[in-house]
């Protein structure tokens, strides 16, 4: 089964296929706050999870997501011109569940209940730093290739 890894150093995911060769490489952004599991540290997670829910099957590219729900919007720049401060999650979520109870699942630090998916992003979101608020905003074209396999 393939494997994603994140690297919060590199700000990138690696898609490796079952014997760990590299399938595709992408540049993400991690959380401005650094790495961390507590609840409302608005970090960046470590450690092993797993992808507990895919959620976006079938909706267009862009598709605005609110709540785990497409809102019916589609994301243009004129919208993102409009709304500047805007969490934007786009086209695909990929629901993260912590492996290791007590370091990043159950308690004040379940990656599950902090809601931290890797989700897309307009094309235009500066990847390459850290600049989320905990979750792993990729462009749309990467989390809907992820999302795939």
Known sequence: MPRVEISLTGQTLKLLDDGGRLLHGYT?????????ELKD???????RHIIRAKIGAG????????????SGEIYTP???????GRDWILTR???LSGCEP????????DTMRRYIYI???PDHAQMGSPGSIGCIPC????????SKR
């Open 93 to 95: 979520i990929l629901w």
């Open 28 to 36: 993400v952004s991690t959380s401005r706050n650094g790495a961390g």
């Open 41 to 47: 540290s608005y970090c960046t997670p470590r450690g």
């Open 139 to 146: 462009t749309t074209a990467t989390s809907s290739s992820c």
């Open 119 to 121: 989700h897309g992003s």
């Open 59 to 70: 909706v267009a590219e862009n598709t605005i997501f609110i709540g785990r729900r497409p």
């Open 78 to 84: 004129a919208l993102g011109e409009r709304h500047p």
């Open 102 to 109: 007590g370091f990043n699942r159950l308690g004040q630090v």
